[in-house]
């Protein structure tokens, strides 16, 4: 059975670097073909997709936020973690990790979302 | 990436069948078979529906299906239910690696 389970604050300030984290069950991202994504959503808005990693450690990222994102895995520890620099109120959103295999494009099992507010 | 656009709202009495439409560009929808569908109940993560334009994964009601036309991709439901009633986002494969997301449509089971 997959899971995916994301963690990290709840609150920012704006200016700050959000550090988020993936932690997931039942797949292996040292197994081929296996990728993760992170997607996010405001509040009472649509998704957003923002990053992806592979199995072979290849990155990419949405192109608008790309000069803000980092991605990263821990295989070891069946994590895949996101950072987000320069926060500002609008990335307020919840933020969602999902399981995607390699070359079937699209999202088969997701996290439960943790909802970031960025504020003062 | 631009949003897909999908309407805002869509409605129907229970046991009548609703569409959802998605509509993108010959960059996203029109240039790839990788359209999905997710449904989403309020609080809730998504959940895929469909997926490569009109495949169900396990466990997905047939009521579900999907089709595309061009650059605008479809979502019926059958034969609707009070459990259908929920936010609806569309996504398609962009190029590179990339991903885009519809606009989302809220349906109402009247």
């Known amino acids: 059975q997959v899971t995916l389970r994301e963690s990290g604050p709840a609150l920012v300030k704006p200016t700050q670097t959000l550090t988020l984290t993936c932690t997931f069950s039942g797949f292996s991202l040292s197994t081929s073909g296996m990728c993760v994504s992170w997607i996010r959503q405001p509040p009472g808005k649509a998704l957003e997709w923002l990053a992806r990693?592979?199995?072979?450690?290849?990155?990419y990222y949405s192109t608008s936020l790309k000069t803000r994102l980092t991605i990263s895995k821990d295989t070891s520890k069946n994590q895949v973690v996101l950072t987000m620099t320069n926060m500002d109120p609008v990335d307020t959103a919840t933020y969602y990790c999902a399981r995607i295999e390699y070359g079937l494009y699209y999202f088969h099992n997701w996290g439960q979302g943790t909802l970031v507010t960025v504020s003062s | 990436q631009s949003a897909l656009t999908q309407p805002p709202s869509a409605s129907g009495s229970p046991g009548q069948s609703v569409t959802i439409s998605c509509t993108g560009t010959?960059?996203?929808?029109?240039?790839?078979?990788?359209v999905s569908w997710y449904q989403q109940h309020p609080g809730k993560a998504p959940k895929v529906m469909i997926y490569e334009i009109s495949k169900r994964p396990s466990g997905v009601p047939d009521r579900f299906s999907g089709s595309k036309s061009g650059n605008t991709a479809s979502l019926t439901v059958s034969g609707l239910q009070a459990e259908d009633e929920a936010d609806y986002y569309c996504?398609?494969?962009?190029?590179?690696?990339?991903?885009?997301f519809g606009s989302g449509t809220k349906v109402t089971v009247l």
């Open positions: 010959s960059s996203d929808v029109g240039g790839y078979n990788y």
């Open positions: 990693i592979d199995w072979d450690d290849d990155k």
């Open positions: 996504s398609s494969y962009a190029g590179s690696n990339l991903y885009v």
